[in-house]
């Protein structure tokens, strides 16, 4: 899916085809607000007026790195999972076993399909945390991408959020809705400000 | 650049080459905002449950593809208006013609910076709005894709708003920035309470 083009990637997002959707289009954002976050990082190296913070964006460019791989193979995950969901719904129900073995299956895929989402909004609250420490220390004549950095985490961790609620409304097993439902309250806790906070920074720096 | 892969844009983005940066990354969310719509548009298209609103999702199609397109040329602009820039602060300055020269060329290469992001915002405020049209009337079966395009759109819109200020202050000539600036207030207006209402009401109905 990465070797894809990026025009060829909006057309496929445009398309009536199911995948990829809101999901593919969040971790993408995802990627770029780690990818953003990693440029600021390798622009401030080296240069003899940041020597000071050296060890620190050698530090933050190694978790951008981190989360940028992550961020783009969920890409793909969010296709498989997906297409898990549309596999079980297609499973045969004409006996009793059969829409037992279905209904199961779909459990599962839908489990899965909950977590890939929630495994994003997670990558994406860290992303939003790594562009605080790129505002604050990076080098002033790329401030603005940290600004871009953590616009595109913020929204990238809101749509991650719309898919973790629509799968966790379908599963039946509510012990498992629940829980996933509070570890996404627990990483959307304080985000809008946070990240409003950190926008403001980078303006006033402009 | 739209030809290039996923994978290759987000490492340029992620380098320490100045571009692709923040404003090619601001056209792309803005884009992947607009596809997001087209996608709505596409699956509750030819649905029988939709049929009311099989015209007024064909006029939001047309208008969602429009702004996509003009969004994925901006990727591009926004390297050319960076690079002219880069350029005009290259000329030679040893004589008083030639440092009135480089001047003129720099003022030049700012504006055309600054017009294209204003450009981008305007861009992405309609692809805001279109994307309420999607979450009120789209199919539900995909609504949370409108949610995401909400978001893509609102971080695009204040990603482009950092590449007007920071172009912005660096033009000499106060009322062509002035103007720009005004016209900048004036599509942010109003944008983070339109874009919340919009999330919530996706929210709503999932």
Same mark, same amino acid.
């Given at each position: 899916?990465?070797?894809? @083009?990026?025009?060829?990637?909006?057309?496929?997002?445009?398309?009536?085809? @199911?995948?990829?959707?809101?999901?593919?289009?969040?971790?993408?954002?995802?990627?770029? /607000?780690? %990818?953003?976050?990693?440029?600021?990082? =390798?622009?401030? *190296?080296? !240069?003899? !007026?940041?020597?000071?913070?050296?060890?620190?964006?050698?530090?933050?460019?190694?978790?951008?790195?981190?989360?940028?791989?992550?961020?783009? $193979?969920?890409?793909? %995950? $969010?296709?498989?999972?997906? =297409?898990?969901?549309? %596999?079980?719904?297609?499973?045969?129900?004409?006996?009793?076993?059969?829409?037992?073995?279905?209904? %199961? /299956?779909?459990?599962? &895929?839908?489990?899965?399909?909950? $977590?890939?989402?929630?495994?994003?909004? !997670?990558?994406?609250?860290?992303?939003?945390?790594?562009?605080?420490? &790129?505002?604050?220390?990076? =080098? *002033?004549?790329?401030?603005? $991408?940290?600004?871009?950095?953590?616009? &595109?985490?913020?929204?990238?961790?809101?749509?991650?959020?719309? =898919?973790?609620?629509?799968? &966790?409304?379908?599963?039946?097993?509510?012990?498992?809705?629940?829980?996933?439902?509070?570890?996404?309250?627990?990483?959307?806790?304080?985000?809008?400000?946070?990240?409003?906070?950190?926008?403001?920074?980078?303006?006033?720096? *402009?």
């Amino acid at each position: 899916m990465n070797d894809q @083009s990026i025009a060829s990637f909006l057309d496929a997002l445009a398309s009536k085809a @199911s995948t990829p959707g809101g999901g593919g289009a969040a971790a993408l954002m995802g990627a770029q /607000a780690a %990818a953003l976050v990693s440029m600021v990082c =390798n622009l401030t *190296l080296g !240069k003899p !007026k940041y020597a000071e913070v050296e060890q620190e964006m050698l530090v933050l460019l190694s978790a951008a790195e981190a989360l940028r791989s992550q961020l783009t $193979d969920m890409m793909q %995950a $969010d296709v498989e999972v997906f =297409n898990a969901v549309m %596999a079980a719904y297609g499973l045969p129900k004409a006996t009793d076993d059969e829409k037992a073995a279905r209904s %199961a /299956a779909i459990q599962t &895929a839908l489990q899965a399909a909950t $977590d890939v989402p929630l495994a994003c909004a !997670k990558a994406c609250a860290e992303v939003l945390k790594l562009s605080r420490v &790129a505002a604050e220390k990076g =080098n *002033l004549n790329v401030i603005s $991408d940290a600004g871009v950095a953590v616009m &595109a985490a913020y929204a990238a961790l809101k749509s991650a959020a719309l =898919n973790v609620y629509i799968n &966790a409304n379908s599963i039946t097993e509510r012990s498992f809705a629940e829980q996933r439902l509070a570890a996404l309250a627990e990483v959307l806790a304080g985000v809008e400000l946070e990240a409003e906070d950190i926008y403001q920074l980078v303006k006033q720096k *402009l």
